[in-house]
């Protein structure tokens, strides 16, 4: 995605002349790992492999959204371990901000919850033939490339 000028972004109300700005929503998701292998979900609506995530509550923390997030898809308690990289991107004329950290599972046992049709733990390589996801496969090659170099 080009970057763009807040020009594209904003909107003057016509009665104050008060300036507005049409700011991404932040979207969090995290390579999740199990000792060496990578949490990877289906979405309950469709035919996509991603990684866990989703939106960012009010008030809420990124940190603290994306340990809900997963928490909430896999049953799986995890301490976020690094910050991995952020994609913006437009879904359905809306502007998002996909922030990807990295996280360990510290507790819990794995199963497919909210939004969550199935759950796979797999290696790094098998993981990334599996992904559909664009900005999901994106974060994983830049992970595995970091460990390459």
């Not at 939106?55 to 809420?60: K, L």
């Not at 510290?106 to 939004?115: K, L, T, V, W």
Request: charged content about 30%; some cysteine.
């Amino acid at each position: 995605m080009e970057s763009s000028t807040d020009a594209d972004w904003d909107f003057e109300c016509s009665k104050c002349d008060q300036k507005y700005y049409i700011n991404p929503t932040p979207v969090v998701a995290a390579l999740v790992f199990r000792a060496d292998r990578l949490v990877v979900v289906s979405s309950m609506n469709k035919d996509l492999w991603g990684l866990p995530g989703g939106y960012v509550s009010p008030g809420e923390s990124l940190e603290d959204a994306i340990k809900r997030e997963v928490l909430e898809e896999t049953n799986l308690q995890v301490k976020v371990t690094d910050f991995l990289a952020s994609y913006p991107m437009v879904k359905n004329e809306r502007n998002l901000m996909f922030i990807v950290f990295i996280a360990e599972v510290e507790s819990g046992e794995p199963r497919a919850g909210d939004d969550v049709r199935e759950l796979k733990i797999l290696e790094p390589n098998d993981a990334h033939k599996q992904l559909t996801g664009k900005f999901a496969k994106k974060a994983l090659e830049l992970w595995i490339s970091n460990q390459e170099s």
